[in-house]
């Protein structure tokens, strides 16, 4: 039976909300890798085919989660996803066969966190666009991770403000989407006899009673339009787009923050009384006011380095999912922005330059054992400027890999330079037996032996003139 004919259920949902053992718990066999940790074990779109003990088969098809994140892969953008999706249901769009289709979709999401983020309302969005309103019923909404909870009154509360908040799951529900619940539950915990509750082939039971309506994403893919030019696609788009905002405001921040560095590096003066301050503080301060100022550098320091962390680990994202899709009219952008990304860990470099010496000079004027406790701390502060030097040599591995491709495409260019120069000599070599040949024949009758004589010099006249004319056009062209 072609997979056109077969009901398909999608199993959606964000990362780690169960999708892969639900499937398992509806085949009963572990058909499909599961993950224990915040990372996605699906990292394409799986089809599992499955026979209902009433003989029907119908097709689950576990998809990556918006979300979705893998140590080895790095994360994918939603826009990666969507496009997942579209070439699920259309493998070879060129051929003009009927694609497959969604029957039903089952959405998963974890009942345990009490709240939801940013990415977690953008994700939620997305998939509203790609169901649609006329597809809406043909959705049911598992909670899942019940069983974790000793206290199931925040669960029904989290459940509550799901179906009710505007931005969440208040349109699936209001276009006749069904809610349940559902849980890792055996014999040390029986399944709860509340309706509420339901079993993954209770769920999937239920979307086969339905009539099966086209999604809104199918549908617009079928007019013609481009994952981008969907609903979906078109919020992924927007969403990236404040992602990149945010990310600029980031940097400026970070380059005010450094201008202001700057401006407060001391001079030796003031470092000269500064030391003698700092001694006489010594003197006359108590053991536990140094041990409250030492926490305090610390956890500063701690502060803007975690900081800085999380702002290099969001520019690294950033900058790799603008190079997914930069074209080569762009490269010359992407370059500058490499470049301006390469300066600013220069100069982050410089002031931990700074840094450093200054260390030398608190090691001068402190006491014994203030130097080895401060010690300790600039190296637990070197430490954490290795991760700095870590995403440098990334960006250089990057341009490198850029540089190559340059490169590259160099020795094609030349390639197809030296075979049209050889192409030009060669025209040019047959212009030229062409113009000796309608030369000879007005040449005036002679003997036949002094002809044949003229006909064998007008051959070997050929290369005489040709070689020296082929020797001068390979000159021109080089010059």
């Known amino acids: 039976m072609a997979d056109s ?37 699906t990292t394409k779109v799986e ?62 999401h974890t009942i345990t966190g009490t709240r939801i983020g940013k990415m977690g309302r953008r994700d939620m969005k997305i998939f509203k666009e790609l169901c649609g309103k006329e597809s809406m ?49 055996n014999d040390h915990t029986p ?12 769920v999937i039971n239920h979307l086969l009673s339905l009539e099966p309506v086209l999604s809104q994403f199918q549908t617009e893919l079928a007019a013609g339009k481009t994952v981008e030019q969907t609903s979906a696609g078109l919020v992924s788009r927007q969403e990236f787009e404040d992602l990149k905002h945010d990310y600029r405001q980031s940097i400026t921040a970070v380059q005010t923050d450094i201008k202001a560095l700057r401006t407060s590096i001391l001079t030796p003066l003031d470092l000269e009384n500064a030391q003698k301050t700092f001694q006489e503080e010594i003197k006359s301060a108590t053991e536990d006011t140094r041990t409250r ?44 922005n ?8 220069e100069e982050l470099m410089k002031e931990h330059e700074a840094f450093r010496q200054s260390q030398t000079i608190i090691e001068m004027v402190s006491a014994r054992t203030d130097k080895e406790r ?54 040019q070599a047959l212009q030229l037996q062409n113009a000796v040949v309608e030369v000879v024949p007005k040449t005036p009758k002679v003997p036949s032996l002094l002809s044949a004589s003229l006909s064998g010099l007008g051959l070997a006249f050929v290369p005489l003139v040709l070689f020296p004319l082929a020797r001068r056009s390979l000159a021109g062209f080089g010059s």
């Open 137 to 185: 019923k043909n959705v049911v909404v598992v909670t899942t991770f019940w069983d974790q909870l000793s206290d199931s009154n925040p669960g029904v509360e989290h459940e509550a403000n799901l179906m009710k908040e505007e931005g969440l799951l208040q349109e699936l529900k209001q276009g006749g989407a069904k809610f349940v619940r559902w849980g890792h539950y």
């Open 374 to 427: 401060i010690a300790l701390e600039l190296e637990a502060f070197r430490s954490k400027y290795q991760n700095l030097d870590d995403s440098h040599r990334i960006l250089q591995e990057e341009r490198d890999a850029l540089r190559v491709n340059h490169r590259t495409l160099k020795d094609e260019m030349e390639k197809l330079r030296q075979a049209f120069e050889q192409q030009n000599n060669k025209i």
């Open 293 to 336: 100022l030492a926490d305090a550098l610390k956890a500063q320091i701690e502060t803007t380095l975690v900081g800085e962390r999380h702002r290099t680990i969001s520019t690294l994202a950033e900058w790799k999912e603008e190079q997914q899709l930069v074209t080569s009219s762009q490269l010359g952008t992407l370059n500058s």
């Open 5 to 41: 004919a077969i009901p398909l259920f999608a199993v959606m949902g964000e990362t780690g909300a169960g999708k892969s053992a639900f499937i398992n718990s509806v085949i009963g066999e572990h058909v499909a890798p599961v993950g224990h940790e915040l990372e996605s074990c």
């Open 47 to 108: 089809q599992y085919l499955y026979t209902l003990p009433d003989g029907r088969k119908i097709g689950l098809v576990d998809v990556p989660g918006f979300n979705d994140y893998t140590s080895t892969g790095g994360a994918k953008s939603s826009l990666e996803i969507l496009r997942m999706i579209a070439g699920y249901l259309n493998p070879n769009p060129e051929d003009g066969q009927e694609g497959r289709t969604f029957s039903g979709i089952a959405y998963l």
């Open 338 to 345: 490499l470049e301006t990304v390469k300066t600013r860990i």
């Open 191 to 202: 399944f709860p006899s509340d309706p509420a509750f339901q079993t993954p082939r209770q």
